[in-house]
């Protein structure tokens, strides 16, 4: 008879330790975001979508011999007349080559963030843009042309 009973102490014990934690949400601040009104703040060191500034890039192939599964392609030009870029550390470089296709397939990308870290101009870049869903692969292929050559 004192083990029911004890049993249905210790039932009640556990029933009032789980409504505790309830009670203790209930009354804390919320924590849920109305996703498209509004989004997360992404950290600095998110790595998203890959962008790329084609007025920066000197066509050092960098980014493409980096890549782990061969998502970047590149195509370029030898330039007529070089033009002068400036590198991360503030110094000026010439761009021999220009470019004329410049293609990253996010279908196959793997966010490493390889082809940011070795370029010199700082031309390729992950950008803090996460909503990349696409309803084919025609449509994850990103292709950056510089228009003026």
Not at 8 to 19: A, P, Y
Not at 59 to 85: F, G, H, M, Q, R
Not at 125 to 131: G, I, L, N, R
Request: glycine share 6%; with cysteine; charged share 25%.
């Amino acid at each position: 008879m004192v083990r029911y009973f004890s049993a249905i102490v210790i039932g009640l014990l556990s029933v009032l330790k789980g409504m505790a934690v309830t009670v203790k949400y209930f009354f804390s601040k919320k924590v849920t975001m109305e996703y498209p009104d509004q989004r997360w703040k992404m950290p600095d060191r998110f790595r998203g979508k890959v962008g790329c500034d084609t007025n920066k890039c000197i066509s050092c192939l960098y980014c493409v011999n980096i890549c782990p599964v061969s998502c970047i392609t590149l195509e370029n030009v030898k330039a007529e007349i070089p033009a002068v870029v400036t590198n991360l550390e503030g110094k000026e470089m010439k761009r021999l080559k220009n470019i004329t296709k410049f293609e990253v397939d996010i279908s196959r990308c793997i966010f490493c963030g390889l082809c940011t870290e070795g370029c010199p101009t700082g031309a390729i870049y992950m950008s803090h843009d996460y909503e990349i869903s696409c309803y084919t692969r025609k449509d994850m292929v990103y292709q950056w042309v510089k228009t003026k050559l």
